[in-house]
């Protein structure tokens, strides 16, 4: 996990990510609901990464692309993101590198589609885009998009 060095408790790395957020925010709201500003944006996002986490943001944006196009693209926090027509994220991958952590993730945010009782999963760790795991995010996909 990211180390805690500034008086406010945050990490360098978690007030950059602030620092980012508002910064996209911005630009976001300048391109406004415009698809091929936003996909530019997860592109850039994607080519920013390295290793593993490039081939894992790769393999999101495939299915993301290939199982809900209606998904748009953007980022979230610097993130590769897809969000529903409202403009609220629906799934985004979270790369190791960004906070120094062990594994990405992809993560499913409240408007998706996944409920299945009192309780269910919303994050998931990823080490390696496999077959298997291409097959279970394109499942999940599926389901948070109804």
Known sequence: MAEKTTSDGLSQEE????????????????AG???EAGLKQVLEA???LEGTDKKLAEGLHKVVSET??????????GFPAYANGDGKVVVFF??????????????FD???????????PVGFAV???TSEVEK?????VKKAVG
């Open 136 to 140: 279970k995010i394109t499942q999940l």
């Open 127 to 129: 080490i390696a885009w």
């Open 110 to 120: 409240e408007p998706s589609q996944l409920d299945d009782g009192d309780m269910w």
């Open 68 to 77: 809900a196009p209606d998904l748009v693209p953007k980022t979230f926090y």
């Open 33 to 35: 609901k415009n698809r």
């Open 46 to 48: 994607i080519g920013k």
């Open 15 to 30: 007030r950059q990510a602030v620092k980012d957020r508002a910064k996209e925010l911005r630009a976001q709201a300048k």
């Open 94 to 107: 979270q790369p190791a590198s960004k906070f120094k952590t062990r594994y990405g993730t992809v993560n």
